[in-house]
T-cell receptor, first 115, second 112 residues
Framework: ETGVTQTPRHLVMGMTNKKSLKCEQH?????MYWYKQSAKKPLELMFV???????ENNSVPSRFSPECPNSSHLFLHLHTLQPEDSALYLC??????????????FGPGTRLTVL | EDQVTQSPEALRLQEGESSSLNCSYT??????LFWYRQDPGKGPEFLFT???AGEEKEKERLKATLTKKESFLHITAPKPEDSATYLC?????????????FGTGTKLQVIP
């Protein structure tokens, strides 16, 4: 595997379910991100992890819970979601150094539908 | 609050018909402006970073330019494979090093 991978690619869940999204990067980067992409809206940054430490949390509801066990893996745990949470969830990674931090590499995303 | 506005929302071009996409931004001190390309069903793909007004960068048929208020992505003699959504994003000096604000994108369709 190369680049940034995400599983599953598609997920349908009920409002009472608990599920997790997984992201893995094979680029040797130290920063990882979760974004939400909804139709007609800009990408919304949700969480940022730098060397496994959470450095950004953009007022995301507690029904979204991130986990970063190491610099290569990132999870997003989901529970009691709402239909308005249906969107494309994108994972990205970047080098953590200040020269190339902005070159974020994205995974293909998980298309989430909440019924 | 940082803001990014992209126009037009959608653009349809004939193959070979050059044009430009616009990204207007409001930010309290620009650290960097980024262009990404996103194909359907895929994540955004990094294209360029611009740091200061007057800077230009090129990649194949694409050329990005930056002023103090906006950026343009010029597409010269586009081909059907250039069809995609182009996203612009900015990063402010006041924000964290990894925090970027995205626009809603311009959906480009190039007709053979």
């Amino acid at each position: 595997e190369t680049g940034v991978t995400q599983t599953p690619r598609h997920l349908v869940m009920g409002m009472t379910n608990k599920k997790s999204l997984k992201c893995e990067q094979h680029l040797g980067h130290n920063a990882m991100y979760w974004y939400k992409q909804s139709a007609k809206k800009p990408l919304e940054l949700m969480f940022v992890y730098n060397f496994k430490e959470q450095t950004e949390n953009n007022s995301v509801p507690s029904r979204f819970s991130p986990e970063c066990p190491n610099s290569s893996h990132l999870f997003l745990h989901l529970h009691t979601l709402q239909p308005e949470d249906s969107a494309l969830y994108l994972c990205a990674s970047s080098p953590a150094d200040r020269i190339t931090y902005n070159e974020q590499f994205f995974g293909p995303g998980t298309r989430l539908t909440v019924l | 609050e940082d803001q990014v506005t992209q126009s037009p929302e959608a653009l349809r071009l004939q193959e070979g018909e050059s044009s430009s996409l616009n990204c207007s931004y409001t930010v309290s001190g620009l650290r960097g402006l980024f262009w990404y390309r996103q194909d359907p069903g895929k994540g955004p793909e990094f294209l360029f970073t611009l740091y200061s007004a007057g800077e230009e960068k090129e990649k194949e048929r694409l050329k990005a330019t930056l002023t103090k208020k906006e950026s343009f992505l010029h597409i010269t003699a586009p081909k059907p494979e250039d069809s995609a959504t182009y996203l612009c994003a900015v990063q402010a000096k006041s924000g964290g090093y990894q925090k970027v604000t995205f626009g809603t994108g311009t959906k480009l369709q190039v007709i053979p």
